[in-house]
């Protein structure tokens, strides 16, 4: 695992927390319901969704780019929001394994 891999999951690992603390709390239900209790959580929602919808897009196509499969990582994030692109972002710098590439730069 590279550093860039080990970032990730300690983000992805709090994000699960958190998650976890919070169905814990309220439940699956509670959740979505507090999720559209007023103007200010429905924003958030809101803009949550465009963000990941978008996140997705680029995703998908990345995905594809590489050859892999991006339908695991879309329906992750359908059903479980920044877990989808976390993991995805997670096994695409395992698939860098540490090169680079600089624009501009002359291919060795």
Same mark, same amino acid.
């Given at each position: ?17 958190? &998650? ?8 699956? /239900? #509670? %959740?979505?319901?507090?999720?559209? +209790?007023?103007?200010?959580? @429905? ?9 990941l919808?978008?996140? &997705? ?8 780019d /590489? #050859? %892999?499969s991006p339908?695991?990582? +879309?329906i992750?994030?359908? @059903? ?9 972002l997670i096994?695409?710098?395992g ?7 600089t624009v #501009?730069a002359?291919?060795?």
């Amino acid at each position: 695992m590279n550093g860039r891999q080990i970032g990730l999951s300690v983000l992805l690992l709090g994000f699960l927390d958190l &998650t976890a603390y919070a169905v814990y709390h309220h439940g699956i /239900r #509670g %959740v979505f319901e507090l999720l559209t +209790a007023n103007a200010v959580t @429905l924003t958030a929602a809101a803009d949550l969704v465009i963000a990941l919808t978008m996140v &997705t897009v680029w995703m998908w196509r990345d995905a594809r780019d /590489r #050859g %892999v499969s991006p339908v695991p990582y +879309a329906i992750l994030t359908l @059903l479980m929001g920044s877990v989808g692109p976390l993991l995805y972002l997670i096994r695409r710098a395992g698939a860098e394994g540490g090169a680079r590439v600089t624009v #501009g730069a002359p291919a060795r």
